[in-house]
Nanobody, 123 residues
Framework: QVHLTESGGGLVQAGGSLRLSCAVS????????WGWFRQAPGKDREFVSA????????YYADSVKGRFTISRDAAKNTVYLQMNTLKPEDTAVYYC????????????????WGQGTLVTVSS
Protein backbone atom coordinates (compact mmCIF):
# COMPACT_ATOMS: atom_id res chain seq x y z
CA GLN A 1 0.00 0.00 0.00
CA VAL A 2 1.27 3.44 -0.95
CA HIS A 3 1.63 6.13 1.69
CA LEU A 4 2.89 9.67 1.36
CA THR A 5 2.93 11.51 4.67
CA GLU A 6 3.76 15.20 4.87
CA SER A 7 4.94 16.91 8.03
CA GLY A 8 6.63 20.11 9.09
CA GLY A 9 3.89 22.61 8.48
CA GLY A 10 2.92 25.22 11.04
CA LEU A 11 2.61 28.88 11.82
CA VAL A 12 5.56 31.13 11.03
CA GLN A 13 6.09 34.87 10.73
CA ALA A 14 6.83 36.46 7.41
CA GLY A 15 10.52 36.15 6.63
CA GLY A 16 10.82 32.91 8.53
CA SER A 17 11.60 29.38 7.38
CA LEU A 18 10.07 25.94 7.48
CA ARG A 19 11.16 22.56 6.17
CA LEU A 20 8.48 20.21 4.97
CA SER A 21 9.06 16.48 4.79
CA CYS A 22 7.25 13.80 2.85
CA ALA A 23 7.85 10.25 4.03
CA VAL A 24 7.13 7.65 1.37
CA SER A 25 6.34 3.97 1.63
CA UNK A 26 5.02 1.36 -0.77
CA UNK A 27 6.74 2.82 -3.85
CA UNK A 28 10.07 2.36 -5.58
CA UNK A 29 11.22 5.75 -4.40
CA UNK A 30 14.00 6.33 -6.92
CA UNK A 31 11.75 5.44 -9.86
CA UNK A 32 9.44 8.37 -9.31
CA UNK A 33 9.67 12.08 -9.74
CA TRP A 34 8.47 14.03 -6.73
CA GLY A 35 6.47 17.20 -6.67
CA TRP A 36 5.24 19.69 -4.15
CA PHE A 37 1.97 21.49 -4.72
CA ARG A 38 -0.03 23.88 -2.61
CA GLN A 39 -3.60 24.97 -2.33
CA ALA A 40 -4.71 28.17 -0.69
CA PRO A 41 -8.32 28.68 0.45
CA GLY A 42 -10.58 29.32 -2.52
CA LYS A 43 -7.83 28.69 -5.05
CA ASP A 44 -6.80 25.86 -7.31
CA ARG A 45 -3.96 23.56 -6.43
CA GLU A 46 -0.76 24.95 -7.90
CA PHE A 47 2.65 23.57 -8.71
CA VAL A 48 5.47 24.59 -6.39
CA SER A 49 8.47 22.42 -7.16
CA ALA A 50 9.56 19.05 -8.51
CA UNK A 51 12.61 16.84 -8.68
CA UNK A 52 13.10 14.46 -11.58
CA UNK A 53 13.78 10.76 -11.05
CA UNK A 54 16.01 10.61 -14.11
CA UNK A 55 18.74 13.13 -13.31
CA UNK A 56 17.55 14.81 -10.12
CA UNK A 57 16.92 18.04 -11.97
CA UNK A 58 14.83 20.46 -9.96
CA TYR A 59 12.08 22.80 -11.06
CA TYR A 60 10.35 25.68 -9.33
CA ALA A 61 7.40 27.92 -9.83
CA ASP A 62 8.46 31.51 -10.43
CA SER A 63 6.74 32.56 -7.22
CA VAL A 64 9.08 30.46 -5.08
CA LYS A 65 12.27 30.43 -7.12
CA GLY A 66 15.23 31.50 -5.03
CA ARG A 67 13.35 30.95 -1.77
CA PHE A 68 12.37 27.26 -1.80
CA THR A 69 14.59 24.23 -2.31
CA ILE A 70 13.41 20.72 -3.06
CA SER A 71 15.55 17.72 -2.21
CA ARG A 72 15.21 14.00 -1.68
CA ASP A 73 16.96 11.37 0.38
CA ALA A 74 16.58 7.97 -1.24
CA ALA A 75 18.08 6.22 1.79
CA LYS A 76 15.25 7.61 3.91
CA ASN A 77 12.53 7.52 1.23
CA THR A 78 11.85 11.14 2.04
CA VAL A 79 11.32 14.29 0.00
CA TYR A 80 11.93 17.73 1.49
CA LEU A 81 10.91 21.27 0.74
CA GLN A 82 13.02 23.91 2.45
CA MET A 83 11.10 27.17 2.48
CA ASN A 84 12.92 30.38 3.31
CA THR A 85 11.89 34.01 3.35
CA LEU A 86 8.27 33.00 3.66
CA LYS A 87 5.56 35.43 2.68
CA PRO A 88 1.89 35.61 3.70
CA GLU A 89 0.96 34.58 0.16
CA ASP A 90 2.74 31.27 0.75
CA THR A 91 -0.04 30.33 3.17
CA ALA A 92 -1.62 27.11 1.92
CA VAL A 93 -1.92 23.39 2.42
CA TYR A 94 1.18 21.81 0.93
CA TYR A 95 1.03 18.40 -0.71
CA CYS A 96 3.68 16.06 -1.98
CA UNK A 97 2.97 13.83 -4.94
CA UNK A 98 4.59 11.12 -7.05
CA UNK A 99 4.70 10.78 -10.82
CA UNK A 100 6.53 8.33 -13.03
CA UNK A 101 7.27 11.01 -15.65
CA UNK A 102 10.57 12.80 -15.67
CA UNK A 103 9.05 16.17 -14.96
CA UNK A 104 5.49 17.31 -14.58
CA UNK A 105 3.76 20.43 -13.31
CA UNK A 106 0.22 19.20 -13.85
CA UNK A 107 -1.39 18.18 -10.61
CA UNK A 108 -4.03 15.99 -12.23
CA UNK A 109 -1.36 13.81 -13.82
CA UNK A 110 0.38 12.90 -10.58
CA UNK A 111 -0.40 9.38 -9.46
CA UNK A 112 -0.05 9.43 -5.70
CA TRP A 113 -0.70 12.13 -3.13
CA GLY A 114 -0.21 12.80 0.53
CA GLN A 115 -2.84 14.27 2.81
CA GLY A 116 -1.18 17.67 3.03
CA THR A 117 0.31 19.85 5.74
CA LEU A 118 -0.84 23.37 6.53
CA VAL A 119 1.58 26.27 6.33
CA THR A 120 0.42 29.61 7.69
CA VAL A 121 2.57 32.69 7.30
CA SER A 122 1.59 35.70 9.38
CA SER A 123 2.42 39.24 8.39
Amino acid sequence: QVHLTESGGGLVQAGGSLRLSCAVSGLAFSSYSWGWFRQAPGKDREFVSAVSWRDLSTYYADSVKGRFTISRDAAKNTVYLQMNTLKPEDTAVYYCAADHRQFNTKADEYEYWGQGTLVTVSS
